[in-house]
């Protein structure tokens, strides 16, 4: 059994930071992309930035030079930097990663983290 756990949300005025994490656990052997997805409500979920295992960040425009992506790959864990969020930003966040447990190769979701930001 392969999980991931969000955690870092929460309500910040818009100007401000948070940061989220989310962490792998179960029979993993190998984790390659990971990633965060967003969705507000009555919105389809879109891609928000991945990483792969070796650092390589990508990211939707709509964050680019406000959010920053990284890993802790000894940890399982990859965190998202939120700066200078805006309301267009809230949403409820989702980790994402695809990970190797000898047995299957599949991708995996978090239970979703709520980020909210007022004006």
């Known amino acids: 059994q392969v999980q991931l756990v969000e955690s870092g949300g929460g309500l910040v005025q818009a100007g401000g930071s948070l940061t989220l994490s989310c962490a792998a656990s179960?029979?993993?052997?190998?984790?390659?992309?990971m990633g965060w997805y967003r969705q507000a409500p009555g919105k389809q979920r879109d891609l928000v930035a991945t990483?792969?295992?070796?650092?390589?960040?990508n990211y939707a425009d709509s964050v680019k030079g406000r959010f920053t992506i990284s890993r802790d790959n000894a940890k399982n864990t990859v965190y998202l930097q939120m700066n200078n969020l805006a309301p267009e930003d809230t949403a409820v966040y989702y980790c994402n990663a695809r990970i190797d447990t000898l047995y299957q190769y599949n991708t995996y979701w978090g239970q979703g983290t709520q980020v909210t930001v007022s004006s």
């Open positions: 990483i792969t295992r070796g650092g390589t960040p």
């Open positions: 179960g029979s993993i052997f190998r984790i390659d992309v």
